[in-house]
């Protein structure tokens, strides 16, 4: 089985995975935006809010010395950072708007089993099923781009096309991984801000891969070599 293959059987079994687990996730974002408010919704915590927004920007700091600074899609990215982790140990603004609108009186909100919690910085932190996946999801979006970082900076002095390494496998592995990030938050804390903010990062991070592409086939000293590598790479994965 070719990698095109190894693609197509891969994207099918995830996405039954995904439809079976709606459900379960519209559980989790139910128990998120009712039950959840009132006893785990941590608020007042700015030093965590500043701690998280400083440690997810530093994710955009190799794309910054790119020859070209795309600094929408970058300012897309930082408003959902620093609206996430405002809401997460701030302000819950929406989540407590949310949580007015969906809660009936008449039903007891959903429940959810917490699997393990632990204390970070003083703070105790309880972990769902939905949560750890989250979680999991974000983490493999950071060891994406930064196995990127790590590829382009060791090739790119070396090699006017970069294609090995991670860059076998995805073209744009930094901005998947980002993206990745930007997910794994939103199943992480599923807030009516981020379920928003999320479709229109995916959108400018995939119109920059489109834009770059471009402007790579242009200047590039052999087009069809990186023309080869597009028809047998993913964009993103």
Same mark, same amino acid.
């Given at each position: 089985?070719?990698?095109?293959?190894?693609?197509?059987?891969?994207?099918?079994?995830?996405?039954?995975?995904?439809?079976?687990?709606?459900?379960?996730?519209?559980?989790?974002?139910?128990?998120?935006?009712?039950?959840?408010?009132?006893?785990?919704?941590?608020?007042?915590?700015?030093?965590?809010?500043?701690?998280?927004?400083?440690?997810?920007?530093?994710?955009?700091?190799?794309?910054?010395?790119?020859?070209?600074?795309? @600094? %929408?899609?970058? &300012?897309?990215?930082?408003?959902? =950072?620093?609206?996430?982790? +405002?809401?997460?140990?701030? $302000?819950? *603004?929406?989540?407590?708007?949310?949580?007015?609108?969906?809660?009936?009186?008449?039903?007891?909100?959903?429940?959810?089993?917490?699997?393990?919690?632990?204390?970070?910085?003083?703070?105790?932190?309880?972990?769902?099923? @939905? %949560?750890?996946? &989250?979680?999991?999801?974000?983490? =493999?979006?950071?060891?994406? +781009?930064?196995?990127?970082? $790590?590829? *382009?900076?060791?090739?790119?002095?070396?090699?006017?096309?970069?294609?090995?390494?991670?860059?076998?496998?995805?073209?744009?592995?930094?901005?998947?991984?980002?993206?990745?990030?930007?997910?794994?938050?939103?199943?992480? @804390?599923?807030?009516?801000?981020?379920?928003?903010?999320?479709?229109?990062?995916?959108?400018?991070?995939?119109?920059?891969?489109?834009?770059?592409?471009?402007?790579?086939?242009?200047?590039?000293?052999?087009?069809?070599?990186?023309?080869?590598?597009?028809?047998?790479?993913?964009?993103?994965?």
């Amino acid at each position: 089985m070719d990698r095109l293959d190894w693609r197509k059987t891969g994207f099918i079994v995830l996405s039954i995975i995904a439809l079976l687990s709606l459900p379960s996730f519209f559980e989790h974002a139910r128990w998120f935006m009712t039950g959840h408010v009132e006893s785990m919704v941590i608020q007042g915590r700015w030093d965590l809010v500043l701690l998280n927004v400083g440690i997810f920007l530093i994710f955009l700091l190799p794309l910054s010395f790119r020859r070209k600074i795309e @600094w %929408k899609s970058m &300012g897309i990215y930082t408003a959902f =950072i620093i609206s996430l982790f +405002v809401e997460m140990y701030g $302000i819950p *603004l929406t989540v407590y708007l949310s949580s007015a609108t969906i809660f009936s009186p008449a039903g007891a909100p959903p429940t959810q089993e917490v699997i393990f919690s632990f204390t970070f910085l003083g703070q105790s932190l309880s972990m769902t099923l @939905w %949560k750890i996946i &989250g979680a999991i999801i974000s983490i =493999i979006g950071m060891v994406i +781009v930064v196995l990127g970082w $790590i590829t *382009l900076y060791k090739k790119r002095q070396k090699e006017d096309l970069v294609t090995t390494g991670i860059y076998r496998y995805s073209r744009h592995p930094q901005y998947l991984g980002i993206i990745l990030i930007a997910f794994g938050w939103f199943i992480h @804390w599923p807030s009516l801000l981020t379920l928003a903010m999320l479709p229109v990062l995916t959108y400018f991070y995939y119109k920059l891969t489109v834009d770059e592409e471009k402007e790579v086939m242009k200047s590039i000293d052999n087009p069809k070599q990186y023309q080869k590598y597009i028809e047998k790479t993913p964009r993103f994965i």
